[in-house]
């Protein structure tokens, strides 16, 4: 396996140093997508290992994805990782994502938190369970945590796959393309870190949107290929 490990950050100074130091030692290479952030983001990535490529204007998380797997696509990798930049992903639980791709028979493994009310922000909590089990619905498949940003994909199983997101909806996006691919999928469990800061993703609102695109991306749209 060669991975490259990928982060969409904006405005995320504080905290990506730290996210890169974390994940330099499970991965081959580190990519950061700074996208067009204003304090720094792209000085802490760099001076903590990773690549940076960067965004004149912020342009949004799906954009910043679609960058980074570009990028990746034109490389020798044969996976992906893919995680956030602001520390809500513990890189202690890449090993077990890491560990799950190598069988033959998965080409994506999503990290799946497990929700608790008393831990998470109520609108955060409703959102997610909510979302997540009518997302299920529409990829055909049971996945517990259909919006985790912390996934490995095995690069063959992306090629020709064409996303168009635009913002946090790229996730379902991804999943739902190559679910009708027949691609195989492995969940593991993660653990759910959010006394990081607030959250940038707006629980109600994105989810809603990212239900309705999901119709269109599983119902509505031809599959088309890069």
């Not at 996210?19 to 760099?46: C, F, K, Q, Y």
Request: net charge positive; hydrophobic share 45%; proline share 4%.
């Amino acid at each position: 396996m060669r991975i490259c490990a990928v982060l969409p950050a904006f405005n995320e100074a504080s905290a990506v140093g730290r996210v890169v130091a974390g994940i330099r030692p499970h991965v081959d290479t580190v990519l950061v997508v700074d996208d067009g952030s204003n304090d720094g983001t792209s000085v802490e990535a760099h001076a903590a290992g990773a690549l940076v490529v960067r965004h004149a204007a912020n342009e949004g998380k799906g954009r910043a994805l679609r960058t980074a797997l570009t990028w990746v696509l034109a490389r020798p990798f044969t996976h992906a990782l893919l995680m956030d930049a602001d520390g809500q992903h513990a890189a202690d639980d890449a090993p077990a994502l890491i560990a799950a791709g190598t069988h033959a028979d998965v080409d994506l493994v999503i990290g799946e938190r497990v929700f608790s009310r008393d831990a998470m922000p109520a609108a955060r909590y409703y959102s997610n369970v909510v979302g997540s089990w009518a997302l299920s619905k529409f990829v055909g498949v049971p996945v517990a945590d259909t919006q985790s940003g912390f996934r490995l994909v095995r690069c063959a199983a992306l090629r020709g796959v064409e996303l168009t997101a635009r913002g946090y909806e790229i996730e379902t996006e991804m999943l739902i393309r190559l679910m009708r691919r027949r691609a195989r999928l492995k969940c593991v469990p993660v653990r759910a870190v959010y006394d990081v800061g607030p959250s940038k993703l707006r629980p109600v609102r994105d989810t809603t949107r990212t239900c309705f695109l999901a119709v269109k991306y599983r119902f509505l749209s031809r599959e088309r290929v890069a």
